[in-house]
């Protein structure tokens, strides 16, 4: 039994206790912290009803719409209208009056990951086929020869901070008040969500016929940079753009994203028209307007396949107002190593699936006609295919459907378009699943055995700094172990932590100020690189125990180590007589450190007096004994 309280009980002048305040750890904060944020909510497309249902071509009652929408997967998730909407933006009381109309706006919530649910256009399409009364469109690319085709030249210099660019033209688009609202909306929706508030991806639509072919990719210093950005009426250098849109509340969410770059994205036409700053601003010749027929489409970004799946979204909705239904106009990127690529790429992605991997999982039972009906409700293009064992659906999924990419996407789709309601209700078959695995409930064994052996737990995070795992604890990184993480938030989350010695040496360094023994412990993952793995990577279970005191305390340690080997010897675990043998690791004395063996001579883990080099980098002015071991071997 624990002697005396624990850890997170003990105070310091008066003070509330320390772990609970610790940096590193994940104990729950006290009362009076802010509460955490709650997770993101699902996008939600404000439309118009009467519009949308003249989109549908049918008038629905309320209850009617909840349903269609139940049915769809979505969800009606609000009824108000415009002046309802301003009058709360500027939180007026109802009896104020406010701008707008009394026009009945619907609030739908859609899947994060259905783009092409964004705007009206996509979701009242969706819809009609969904009820059958359109059919799934085909996409097509214009037919125009490659030395007639607009080009977009990249230079060299855009690899330094956005290296991609995708294009597509849209012809003898007609424009409406209502019609190009949609398409700003859209390209605002998508900038929130799949292009992660312009970092990964930044949209520019522009009237083609104010500009002239071809077009140039660059990125520049910013002083080299002079246009006039949209909606302004003077000309700007790049750099005091910046400072200009610093107090603008839209504009200034994206300054970061470039403002200390050395080079600036811009793009160009043949005359040096300035097109667009991205992630910025566009340029304000090429600006939109009702009266625009030509459309240029431009989109940057730091990933590619985000950046097509942008494009594709872009076009998919709005090719239905060209003068040629669904027919896009295609653009050539040239790279400055002379490689060419046509965008957008709006073919189709193959797929052939068993009967069994489509309605096995949702439990019911359908022969390959209904499945085939069923997915093509949903935008699927499904036909039968031969197969020698069993029958097999070969599926097209369009470009619009970039959220599918498995068997199991195909299935959720046909128990949308069965009903979920349905579906029948069944218990499993198997009692084991959702169980507890054998891992964590040894995991928790230990952590009671060794909690009784009078140690506190603490609970860290599994990322760290690279210098706390390798430089404060004498080691080197070799580049063969730690998980490095490409695009750390801070530093202190750089490398996925390979030892709980750092964390639990961290952890001490925060409650240093409390009485004397100090004695801590965590069960927790260490992630190392594994080739054999197909992330590249394996997760590994450690117990990890920390004891400081005015004297170094090594016989605690070790008779810790004795009680967890007596209690987990099985006869698969053989530790023999002496599982004690020499090491030498560099974050311990030397001679006063050991290895845990078993008797065939397998290591499961080590222990000894932490070196006095490594407590002076973590500022612990006391002795400490360490122990860490491999749970996963004692399993």
Do not use: W
């Amino acid at each position: 039994c624990l002697s005396k309280p624990p850890l997170s009980a003990f105070t310091s002048s008066g003070s509330p206790a320390v772990l609970a305040r610790l940096p590193g750890s994940r104990v729950p904060p006290p009362a009076n912290n802010t509460a955490p944020q709650p997770p993101l909510a699902m996008p939600t497309v404000s439309v118009g009803r009467d519009r949308l249902f003249a989109a549908l071509g049918r008038v629905y009652t309320q209850d009617e719409f909840e349903a269609l929408c139940f049915d769809f997967g979505i969800e009606l998730d609000d009824v108000t209208t415009e002046k309802a909407i301003i009058r709360k933006e500027k939180h007026l009381e109802e009896d104020v009056e406010a701008d707008g109309d009394d026009e009945v706006i619907y609030k739908i919530e859609v899947a994060a990951n259905r783009y092409d649910l964004l705007c009206l256009e996509g979701l009242a399409r969706s819809l009609r086929i969904f009820t059958g009364s359109e059919a799934t469109p085909i996409f097509k690319i214009a037919s125009i020869p490659r030395g007639s085709m607009l080009q977009m030249h990249v230079r060299p210099q855009t690899s330094q901070i956005r290296p991609y660019v995708v294009c597509a033209v849209l012809r003898g688009v007609t424009f409406a008040e209502v019609r190009y609202n949609s398409f700003i909306d859209l390209q605002d929706k998508l900038h929130q969500n799949i292009c992660r508030k312009r970092t990964l991806v930044a949209i520019g639509t522009h009237d083609l016929d104010t500009l002239q072919g071809p077009f140039s990719y660059e990125a520049l210093p910013p002083q080299e940079i002079n246009f006039i950005p949209l909606k302004q009426e003077q000309t700007f250098r790049a750099d005091a753009l910046m400072d200009f849109y610093r107090s603008d509340m839209k504009l200034k969410k994206f300054l970061h994203i470039i403002e200390n770059s050395p080079v600036y994205p811009v793009i160009y036409d043949s005359n040096r028209t300035v097109l667009s700053l991205p992630p910025i601003i566009n340029g304000a010749h090429s600006a939109i307007t009702l009266k625009t027929r030509n459309v240029f489409i431009e989109c940057t970004a730091t990933d590619l396949t985000k950046a097509n799946i942008v494009l594709n979204t872009m076009v998919a909705m709005f090719s239905e107002y060209c003068e040629n239904k669904f027919e896009v106009e295609p653009v050539e990127v040239v790279s400055h190593d002379g490689s060419t690529a046509i965008y957008p790429d709006l073919s189709c992605y193959k797929m052939e699936v068993s009967l069994s991997d489509i309605v096995g999982p949702i439990g019911i039972s359908l022969d390959e006609t209904q499945v085939i009906s069923l997915l093509n409700k949903m935008q699927l293009q499904a036909d039968l295919c031969s197969s020698n064992r069993e029958p097999c659906i070969s599926v097209s999924v369009p470009p619009t459907r970039s959220d599918v990419l498995h068997a199991r996407d195909l299935a959720e789709d046909v128990a949308i378009a069965y009903g979920y309601n349905n579906v029948p209700k069944s218990k499993p078959k198997s009692m084991t699943i959702g169980g507890r695995q054998p891992l964590n409930r040894f995991s928790d064994k230990i952590r009671a055995e060794v909690a009784r052996a009078g140690y506190m737990e603490v609970l860290t995070f599994v990322l760290t700094s690279h210098e706390e795992n390798f430089d404060m604890l004498n080691r080197t990184d070799d580049g063969n172990k730690a998980v490095i993480i490409a695009n750390p938030r801070t530093s202190e989350f750089e490398v996925v932590r390979s030892s709980l010695m750092s964390c639990l040496l961290k952890t001490l360094k925060h409650n240093i100020d409390h009485p004397r023994p100090i004695k801590i412990f965590e069960v927790g993952d260490v992630v190392s690189l594994d080739t054999s793995r197909d992330v590249g990577a394996s997760n590994n279970r450690r117990l990890a125990a920390l004891y400081c005191n005015s004297n170094s305390g090594f016989e605690e340690i070790m008779g810790l180590v004795d009680r967890i080997v007596k209690i987990v010897r099985a006869p698969h675990i053989n530790f023999g007589q002496t599982y004690y043998v020499p090491s030498s690791e560099p974050e311990f004395f030397t001679k006063r450190q050991c290895k845990i063996v078993m008797s065939d001579g397998k290591q499961v883990g080590y222990l000894g007096i932490v070196h006095a080099e490594v407590l002076r980098k973590f500022g612990i002015p006391d002795p400490c004994t360490f122990v860490e071991i491999d749970i996963e071997a004692l399993l």
